[in-house]
């Protein structure tokens, strides 16, 4: 992504953030991370990440994505002694439907990127609405996206090892 990109993604974002009564730190606004997942589509699979604190212990960050973009399939595998990341989404503002291991659902809301097809292979729907949260457990496949007008999404998990992410599509790079 270019510069140029990231500083508007960066105002879109904030701005969105702003409207949902979600203030950051200038420290956090700079700090902003968004992922394309190297496959330069972020508006269709990407989303941006603000995060609080992530230590030995816990992590806390907001996914602000946009309308219709999907975070595609992965898991939080074992790193050493640590089982893998649990985590609990929370979502906060828009609806996002979050796709994970169990009985494929009659219907799927979402729409599948037609590039990474696939690479899109559990469809456990679950649908986060405002006020709503699911707890994701450790190397557990999923990948969510959001509706009409985009989603925020709060994330509380056991310590965050992003760069051991394993993808579905071994064309994914994940660097923060």
Not at 11 to 24: D, H, K, N, P, Y
Not at 125 to 135: C, D, H, S
């Amino acid at each position: 992504m270019t510069a140029i990109r990231i500083t508007e993604y960066r105002e879109r974002v904030a701005s969105v953030l702003q409207s949902s009564g979600i203030v950051l730190t200038q420290a956090e606004n700079q700090s902003m991370e968004f992922a394309d997942f190297g496959l330069g589509r972020f508006e269709m699979e990407g989303l941006a990440i603000v995060v609080y604190e992530n230590n030995d212990r816990y992590c806390a960050k907001e996914l602000v994505m946009l309308p219709h973009q999907t975070c595609p399939e992965h898991r939080h595998p074992p790193v050493g002694t640590d089982p893998g990341k649990r985590e609990t989404f929370r979502c906060r503002a828009g609806l996002v439907w979050l796709y994970v291991e169990g009985s494929r659902s009659e219907t799927i809301r979402a729409t599948v990127p037609q590039l990474s097809r696939a690479h899109y292979t559990v469809f456990h729907e679950i649908e986060l609405r405002p006020g709503t949260q699911y707890t994701i457990e450790p190397n557990t496949l999923h990948w969510f996206q959001s509706g009409d007008d985009g989603a925020i999404v709060s994330e509380f998990s056991s310590t965050s090892h992003d760069e051991s992410d394993i993808f579905t599509d071994p064309n994914i790079r994940r660097v923060a």
